[in-house]
């Protein structure tokens, strides 16, 4: 830190929180989780190709409530992280930069990744089935 | 006003002679990771959903040609568009030498993760 009391510029606190920054965070955040992720799925990989053991014993670990809490947000981070970067390729292609339209577009981010993950979710309880 | 040669600004080459393709492999990659990305999460969910997620039922499902051409490429586009977004985040947080290095690592991990996977799934497809 600096030691002279000049002032910083403006940070997150001194804003109001709309939607354009809270998925701008989540995008970053749930784009980090992934790529830990990418590390879950070679692990998971590779203990198939390993052999029974191996695998049954991974199975174990994410069958237990931590793990499927991580595989859970995991399945949620991949829902919002798609949506949103939908978003940000109408964006690259110059559409929806109005103030109502990003709203707009920010809050159907956020209801199509809760119900995609609500969706998947029930499949893999095998309710569906 | 610009001194950059006719080529430079022909092959779009920035100072860092890198030009946009950065920003473009993230954007066909991603393009690329809607259908595939879809197609992984959901498939996992019927697996698990439909008692299949035990040893035999994923090494079936992984061996089946059209999953495993599909994991591998699902592996490879993930490990390269992972690859591009953490480097731009250690490119924002990180100084000095840790970034040289962290960028250096994330980097190793990535191919590392992608080697793994796709030589996992080939070795389950084509029987070891």
């Known amino acids: 830190m600096p030691d002279t009391d000049r002032p910083l ?3 997150l606190q001194v804003y109001r929180w709309q939607i354009s920054m809270f998925l701008s965070i989540l995008h970053r955040m749930t784009g980090v989780a992934m790529a830990l992720g990418l590390l879950l799925l070679a692990l998971w990989l590779a203990t198939a190709a390993t052999g029974p053991e ?3 014993r991974l199975r174990e ?3 237990t409530l931590p793990g499927l809490l991580v595989l859970a947000g995991l399945v949620f981070s991949l829902f919002l992280h798609l949506s949103n970067g939908v978003r940000h390729l109408f964006w690259d292609a110059g559409l929806g930069f109005e103030k109502n339209q ?3 577009s920010g809050w159907v981010v956020v209801v199509a990744s809760l ?3 609500t969706i998947v979710l029930v499949i893999a309880s095998g309710v569906a089935a | 006003m610009s001194r950059r040669t006719p080529l430079g600004q022909v092959l779009g080459l920035g100072s860092a002679k890198e030009g946009v393709s950065h920003w473009w492999a993230q954007r066909v990659t991603a393009v690329a990771l809607l259908p595939l990305g879809l197609w992984f999460v959901f498939s996992i969910a019927v697996l698990i959903g439909s008692n299949n997620s035990d040893y035999l039922g994923v090494v079936d499902w992984i061996a089946a040609p059209i999953n495993a051409v599909l994991l591998i490429l699902f592996i490879a586009t993930v490990a390269y568009h992972s690859a591009l977004g953490v480097q731009v985040v250690i490119e ?4 000095g030498w840790t970034k040289v290095v962290s960028l250096v690592l994330q980097k190793f991990a ?3 993760a992608a080697a793994a996977g796709v030589f996992s799934v080939l070795r389950i497809a084509l029987g070891s």
């Open chain 1, 61 to 63: 670990l994410l069958t």
């Open chain 2, 110 to 112: 990535h191919v590392l």
């Open chain 1, 115 to 117: 119900a995609l993950t």
């Open chain 1, 9 to 11: 510029s403006p940070h």
């Open chain 2, 92 to 95: 924002d947080y990180v100084h």
């Open chain 1, 54 to 56: 191996a695998y049954t």
């Open chain 1, 102 to 104: 990003y709203h707009a």
